[in-house]
C-alpha cells in the first residue's frame, strides 16, 4: 500500500530531520548531533524581512 499524492506532497514540504550520535575521540563524551534542513522559496524570506504580513499573505505564500 503506498502513500497517497496529497501525503507525498505534505512529507515534501516537511523539514528534514538526521541524527548522528557517536562516541568522542577521547571515548569520554557522547555526542548528539542533530540536523534540521528547511527549504523555503526566497520569496518568502523576502517577505518576512520586508516588514508586517498580513494573514493573506501568508495564506498565499503556504500554496
Not at 4 to 16: A, I
Not at 18 to 43: A, Y
Amino acid at each position: 500500500m503506498g502513500l497517497t499524492s496529497k501525503k507525498e506532497e505534505q512529507l515534501k514540504k516537511m523539514p528534514r530531520i538526521e541524527t548522528q550520535i557517536f562516541k568522542s575521540k577521547s571515548g569520554k563524551l557522547l555526542v548528539h548531533k542533530t540536523v534540521i534542513t528547511d527549504i523555503k522559496p526566497v520569496d518568502y524570506y523576502k517577505v518576512v524581512v520586508d516588514g508586517p504580513v498580513s494573514e493573506e499573505d501568508i495564506q498565499e505564500m503556504a500554496v
